[in-house]
Each structure stands twice: as structure tokens, then as C-alpha cells.
């Protein structure tokens, strides 16, 4: 478990797609973009929300490049200033770094320039966002694994891992 994860409160709950998502992902980017000025190397907008038609969990997942994740005193305070939290460290895995945005449905993705899940996510999001077929896939296994119940939301993004690396294959091998 990461540090900072908590335990699941209910059930995963899917909504259709909606078509304000991008709207909100501009403006907390917008923010995101002035609290940090060039220290945000990239501002991009990731996870289902980003695929138009696909359903999702409604949390606008924000992928953050900065020069160095690990170095906290880079860009948390200005993020905190923002109204952002700090709520998951995970030194092991690229040090990733998660913040919670001032309204409860964002979540912010931070990662080290350079970091292969920046190539990752990106390539996913925009496979998806191409592929109507492989879209229709990844969204039945989304909706199957969300009728599930779960101690931590980490363990339901886990277990789509065997869906996403089949995708994410093909979205690489092209």
C-alpha cells in the first residue's frame, strides 16, 4: 500500500461520459499552470475522463511533469497554495506523488521529466481516444471489476492491469 492511500468508502461508481470533463480539466490546469509558472513542465489531462464516450469514475486525473517528482519543495507548497493536497508518496514506482485537487474530484498525477508512465499514459489515452473497439473493451472491463467490492479504489486500478497492458501492447506495437 502506498503511503497516504485510505481504505474504499463504497462501491466504485461509473458515470456516462461527460462532456464538461474537459472543461473542468482547462481550469484546474489553468491554476495548476499559474501556482507552479515553468516549474510545470506538462499539464495534461489523462485517465477516462480524458476519452470522450468512455465511462468513468467522474475524478478529472491530471498527469503533472515536473524536473524532479521526489523534490517536494519544488512545487507542493505552491501547489498547497493552490488549495491541492499532498495525499500519496510512492517512492518506489517512479516517485509518483498524488494530490488531491480543492474540489474533491480531482486527482494529480505527479511524475519526474523524463519518467516512462508519462509515455504510458499518454499513449493509453490517446489509443483509446482513436480506437472505438479497444474503448468498448477497456470500459466492460471497467464496468465488470466496478461491480466488485474493494478495500482500497488502488486494488480496482490494479486489477484493470491485465486489460490495460493487452491495450496498451497493441497501442505500441503500431
Known amino acids: 500500500m502506498a ?3 485510505t481504505p474504499s468508502t ?3 461508481r461509473l458515470s456516462g461520459y461527460d462532456p464538461a470533463w474537459p472543461a473542468v480539466f482547462e481550469r ?3 491554476g495548476i499552470r499559474a501556482a507552479l509558472g515553468p516549474a510545470a ?3 495534461e489531462h489523462v485517465g477516462s ?6 465511462s468513468a469514475k ?4 491530471i498527469l503533472l511533469v515536473v524536473a524532479d517528482s521526489s523534490d517536494e519543495s519544488a512545487y507542493v507548497p505552491d501547489m498547497e497554495g493552490a488549495g491541492f493536497v499532498l495525499r500519496i508518496r510512492e517512492p518506489d ?10 474540489g474533491a474530484h480531482i486527482n494529480v498525477h505527479v511524475f519526474s521529466k523524463g519518467c516512462p508512465e508519462i509515455d504510458r499514459m499518454l499513449a493509453f489515452r490517446d489509443w483509446l481516444r482513436t480506437h472505438p473497439q479497444e474503448r468498448e473493451l477497456y470500459e466492460s472491463a471497467k464496468r465488470q471489476l466496478a461491480e466488485r467490492d474493494w478495500e482500497f479504489v488502488q486494488d480496482y486500478a490494479d486489477a484493470k492491469s491485465e486489460v490495460v497492458e493487452a491495450i496498451l501492447e497493441r497501442a505500441t506495437s503500431t
Open 3 to 5: 503511503e497516504g492511500q
Open 10 to 12: 463504497g462501491p466504485i
Open 58 to 61: 467522474p475524478i478529472i486525473d
Open 49 to 54: 475522463t480524458a476519452v470522450p464516450q468512455l
Open 28 to 30: 484546474e490546469a489553468s
Open 41 to 43: 513542465l506538462r499539464v
Open 93 to 102: 514506482w517512479h516517485e509518483h506523488r498524488l494530490l488531491k485537487g480543492p
